[in-house]
């Protein structure tokens, strides 16, 4: 079977092909599809140890939320992050997180709750597909958060960010 796919080298049958063999080509073809689909090497999940204090005025990194990957092919990756946030003080001002890839923002939200707000609580969730296609490399992937105002915010540990790897 000589024909494939250009981008996941699926296979088919040439026109010259024996009918009686196309129970083999539709296996070869079954085969290869699941092999692209099947998730490599599949679910990463990471979630904070411990509460963190959200900074005023500077972007930074939760820890325990990161991820360092190496690939060894291009595949596409869909990212997730769940960023739960409590207020303990009024005032905190406009709440930012980030998802970034290899220092660069990839994904961004905000919330802005009630100035008067002395308590509340908040979920701002982040998803798409990260970079297209990523390149063969080592990346980094993780949630950054940030505040205006003086209140007090922090990132919960029921927070996450997760990521599903396909190949390409």
Do not use: C
């Amino acid at each position: 079977m000589p024909n494939t796919t250009p981008t996941y080298g699926w296979p088919w049958p040439l026109g010259t092909d024996r009918v009686m063999d196309g129970d083999d080509a539709m296996g070869n073809l079954a085969k290869a599809v699941e092999a692209t689909l099947k998730l490599h090497p599949g679910f990463t999940q990471q979630q904070p140890g411990a509460t963190f204090a959200v900074p005023q005025g500077a972007v930074a990194a939760v820890p325990g939320m990161s991820l360092a990957i190496t690939t060894s092919a291009l595949e596409f990756w869909l990212a997730l992050a769940f960023v739960d946030f409590s207020i303990t003080a009024a005032n905190v001002g406009l709440i930012r997180a980030e998802l970034n890839m290899d220092n660069s923002v990839a994904r961004s939200a905000n919330w802005q709750p009630d100035a008067a707000a002395a308590t509340g609580r908040n979920t701002i969730a982040l998803s798409g597909v990260i970079g297209g296609q990523v390149a063969i490399g080592a990346h980094t992937l993780e949630v950054r958060v940030s505040r205006s105002g003086a209140g007090t915010v922090n990132v919960n540990t029921n927070s996450s960010i997760a990521l599903v790897r396909f190949p390409r």
